[in-house]
Structure formats: structure tokens, C-alpha cells
């Protein structure tokens, strides 16, 4: 029974935390429009159209990306049992082949890498937040230490 349960929580971490990136993407091209005629399967306009984009919508884009991994692997961790770790960097680590491969099919500043690894922490942060809510301890909270009377 926990096997199905945590599968679950994988695939629905995966599902809402796409939700959340394609959400943010939204925001961003509202925000900045693409070029009338560019669209995602336009390698040519999407070069140009990054171009010229603002700091500020790569930062989007990189939090949509970052924030995929962490509300995913937030979402699967409430929804582990026994798992809530594991579940939480399945969705980690597939949140970031996807976006290796986002980073491949795509012509983004090289400074967008640094997403890469961030999507690991970000998954182990989820993981470490809902053990800390299940254990009534925040994370980085230290078990020793006892305020005074």
C-alpha cells in the first residue's frame, strides 16, 4: 500500500509542480509578449526573442523552474506516509532532467545552469519543511535547545 501511495505522491508532486512552472510561465509572457508569430517551436524566434528579454523574466523563468521542484517535491512529501525524502527528490531529480533538457532545446544565457543543481536543494528543502511540520519542529531547529523560564 505504501508503494501505490508514494507513486502518487510522485506523480501528483510532478503534476502540481508543473502546474506551478507553466503558471509562471504565463506570468512571464504576459508580462513580456512574445514577438507576434514566435511561438515555443521556433528556434529562431525564441533566440531573438531571449535576447531581449529583461534580467528580471530570466529570474522569472528560473524561479518557475526551481519552484517546480519545490512545490512538486513539497506536495509529494505531505502525500508520503514513510517516504516524504525520497518522494520529494524523485520529483528532484526528474524536475531536473527536465529542465537539462529544457536548458539543452533552448538558446539561454549560460548563467541559467546555475538552476541545475538548485533543483535538488530546492526538492530536499520541500522534504525537510513537512518532516519538520510532522515532527512539530522547524527545520534547522536545534532539539537541545530549550528557552528559558
Not at 523552474?65 to 514513510?82: E, K, M, R, T
Not at 519538520?132 to 534547522?140: A, I, L, N, Q, V
Request: net charge negative; glycine share 10%; proline share 6%.
Amino acid at each position: 500500500m505504501h508503494v501505490i501511495r508514494n507513486i502518487s505522491a510522485v506523480v501528483v508532486g510532478l503534476v502540481i509542480g508543473m502546474a506551478f512552472n507553466m503558471a509562471m510561465v504565463v506570468l512571464n509572457t504576459a508580462l513580456h509578449p512574445m514577438p507576434e508569430g514566435v511561438g515555443f517551436d521556433d528556434p529562431e524566434g525564441m533566440a531573438a526573442y531571449i535576447a531581449t528579454l529583461p534580467l528580471m523574466a530570466l529570474v522569472l523563468v528560473l524561479m518557475a523552474h526551481v519552484g517546480q521542484a519545490f512545490f512538486g517535491g513539497l506536495v509529494a512529501a505531505v502525500i508520503s506516509g514513510n517516504a516524504s525524502m525520497v518522494v520529494a527528490m524523485i520529483v528532484g531529480v526528474l524536475s531536473m532532467l527536465a529542465g537539462i533538457a529544457n536548458m539543452l532545446s533552448m538558446p539561454l544565457p549560460a548563467w541559467m545552469w546555475i538552476e541545475i543543481p538548485l533543483y535538488l536543494l530546492a526538492a530536499w528543502c520541500a522534504a525537510r519543511i513537512v518532516r519538520g511540520w510532522r515532527s512539530g519542529k522547524h527545520p534547522g531547529e536545534d532539539s537541545n535547545f530549550r528557552p528559558a523560564d
